[in-house]
């Protein structure tokens, strides 16, 4: 995922004080192909993952979402859906994540994957280590209707809250 830099904004609050803010936020994208399969890559750093990274200045999140997902493995995919949003409340790193189609390419590696396979959904979570993307992947995985999102802190891991939610308003389900 390269050199983060940090950027802050003097932002003019609604009470006529400016504030500092510094954030940042990145994407991921659960990419299946047409046999159901998931597309995973080992990353030097945490080992097995989705393929994601940080939205860069003046990018969109489904721009940075689909030039990451090619840079880390090779493939061409297409957002299909949102499937949730979780923050680390200690460094203000807001995460989003889309589900996703492969569309073309051709599996290769890069500096930021060692390994990219597709992998037996089933196969999948016992691939990943690292608690808070195996946390991600298991909402990844649900196939659930509703948007999950979720607050941790990562050193150690820990869930400080957690909710899913139905898009739109209050909606009675049928």
């Known amino acids: 995922m390269g050199t983060v830099f940090y950027r802050t904004h003097d932002i003019l ?21 047409d046999k159901g399969e998931v597309l995973l890559i080992k990353s030097p750093n945490r080992g097995w993952e989705y393929p994601g990274g ?5 990018e969109t999140f489904q721009a940075a979402l689909l ?7 090779g493939i061409d995919a297409e957002i299909t859906g949102f499937i949730g949003l979780c923050k680390n409340i200690e460094k203000d790193i807001v995460n989003i994540d ?10 290769t590696t890069s500096d930021e994957s060692t ?4 992998v037996k959904r089933e196969d999948a979570l016992n691939m990943v280590t ?3 993307t195996k946390k991600r992947l298991e909402s990844m995985l649900s196939e659930s209707a509703q948007v999950y999102c979720f607050c941790f802190k990562k050193e150690p ?18």
Not at 54 to 58: L, T, Y
Not at 115 to 118: L, Q, Y
Not at 157 to 174: I, K, M, P
């Open 115 to 118: 390994e990219v396979r597709w």
């Open 98 to 107: 889309f589900a996703c189609r492969a569309v073309g390419g051709q599996i």
């Open 67 to 73: 030039r990451e997902i090619k840079e880390e493995s």
């Open 54 to 58: 940080m939205v860069e200045p003046g």
């Open 130 to 132: 690292f608690p808070l």
């Open 13 to 33: 609050n609604l009470t006529g004080d400016y504030m500092n803010y510094t954030h940042f936020v990145s994407v991921a994208g659960f990419v299946t192909n």
């Open 157 to 174: 891991f820990e869930v400080v809250t957690e909710d899913t939610y139905h898009v739109g308003e209050n909606r009675n389900e049928t």
